[in-house]
Every structure is written in C-alpha cells, then in structure tokens.
C-alpha cells in the first residue's frame, strides 16, 4: 500500500517533468519525483541512500539546474512543446522498452533475503565502499575529476575572444 | 520483487519518452535523470531483495556519476547560448567549436 502510493506519486512527477511547459516547473516536478524516490528507498531499507538522493540530487543537482535556468532566461517553447521528430515514435519506442524491461525481469518472484537490522546505514555501505568496491569508488573520483575539468574549459571559454 | 521492477520500467519508459519527445535541452537532461532514477530504484531493490549491501554501494557510485553527467550536460548548453544560438537542438546540427 504504502509502495502504491508512493510509486503513483513518484510516477505522477515524472509525467510532470515531461509535460510542463516552463522549465523551473519541469525542475519543481523534478524534485517532487526525487523526495518520492527518496521515500521508496526508505521502504527497501536504504537510509543513507535516501538521505544522499535528497542531499545530492534534490539539493545540489536541483540548484544547479535553477543557475543555469536563471543564466539563460525564461526559455520558451517556440513553436509547439514537441520536436519535429514525432511524438509518436517516441511513444511507441517507450512501451517497447517498458514491455521489454517488464518481459525481461518480472520473471523473478522472489522474497525478500532476511537482513541485519543494521541493512543500508551508513556503516554498511561506507564498510562495502572502502573495502571490497575501492578500486570502483576511485574511479568515480577520477570521473569526477575529468567532468570539473571540462565543466570548467566549457563554461569558461567565452571569456576569449 | 515483481513491482519495484514494474515501477522502475515505468519510471524509465517515462523518461525515454520525455528525451525522445522534448525539445528543451535542459528538459532532456532532466529526462535522463528520471531514466537514472529507475536504474538505481531497481538495484535498490535488487539489493534488498538479495540482502546483500553492494547493490547500495554501486548505487552511491551511480548518484555521483549521474552528478557529474548532469553537470557536463548544462556546462554543454550554456556554452550553445553564449554562443547566441538558439537553444534548441533541432536547430543543432554541428559540433564544431
């Protein structure tokens, strides 16, 4: 029941973010379908992923789409909220995929695994981050490295003439 | 397990549709957001389902690369719209610098 709700409200934003026409709406939806993802992880006993979902990206990601939204101004659609590329290919190709995914995994009727009661706290996942996934979470910070790198020779290159 | 795997297909078909459809870049990049979102839905379910804590570790991976592809994605456009070019990417037809 509780996952009903929550999944419609999470899919309710998410039709929300695609349907609004202004932009900073399409970012308030946005952050709408975090929160209820946020709660969802709640259910599947994800505290710390919950709280980073609504730190990270509600938060940071959130107001990074707001800066650039107010750098560039109030955008409209000029002519028609759909591209000339037709909506209704891109319909047809989303069912193919959601029957696809459902086909493909919904074959799996499992019960949930007992977990500790310690299941998704910050230990737990900061004891399987830095101890067997290390060479993964360095990586990431290699990854993130190269994306500031190239945020910052993108957005800076205008100062040149 | 079945619906956090129909859920999660919903959430991304919805996303695919929203990148396929839209025009806005931005709202493009906000698609890609939800379409991440039900990958990482699904893993956190799988991890719970398997009880097993490395699904949530890949997770926190997946929520910080999506940070960075988010970033580049917005550093992208407004590198278009100082250029004076119509944020539009049907109107988009070269990447040369």
Not at chain 1, 7 to 19: C, F, M, Y
Not at chain 2, 75 to 81: L, P, Q, T
Request: hydrophobic content about 65%.
């Amino acid at each position: 029941m509780t996952l009903a709700l929550l999944g419609a409200a999470a899919v309710a934003a998410a039709l929300g973010v695609i349907l609004a026409r202004n932009p900073v709406h399409c970012v308030l939806w946005l952050i709408a379908h975090l929160v209820a993802t946020a709660a969802i992880f709640l259910t599947l006993n994800a505290e710390f992923l919950a709280l980073v979902e609504i730190l990270v990206n509600a938060g940071a990601v959130m107001v990074l789409f707001l800066f650039v939204l107010s750098l560039l101004g109030s955008s409209k659609e000029p002519e028609g909220l759909f591209g000339r590329r037709g909506e209704s290919v891109g319909a047809l190709v989303a069912a193919l995929a959601f029957v696809g995914a459902v086909a493909a995994l919904s074959g799996s009727s499992m019960a949930a695994a007992a977990v500790p009661a310690a299941f998704g706290s910050v230990q737990s996942v900061g004891v399987a981050l830095f101890g067997p996934h290390l060479l993964p979470f360095e990586l990431t910070a290699l990854a993130l490295a190269v994306a500031v790198v190239s945020v910052v020779t993108l957005a800076g290159r205008s100062r040149q003439p | 397990m079945t619906p956090y795997v129909v859920l999660s297909a919903i959430l991304f078909a919805v996303g695919a549709v929203g990148l396929l459809v839209r025009r806005d870049p931005l709202v493009m990049i906000m698609s890609i957001e939800i379409m991440w979102n039900a990958a990482n839905l699904l893993i956190v379910a799988a991890a719970r389902f398997y009880g097993t804590v490395s699904g949530q570790a890949l997770v926190f991976l997946v929520i910080t690369l999506a940070a960075a592809d988010v970033a580049i994605g917005l550093a992208i456009v407004m590198h278009v719209a100082r250029r004076g070019e119509a944020v539009d990417v049907d109107a988009l037809k070269e990447l040369k610098g």
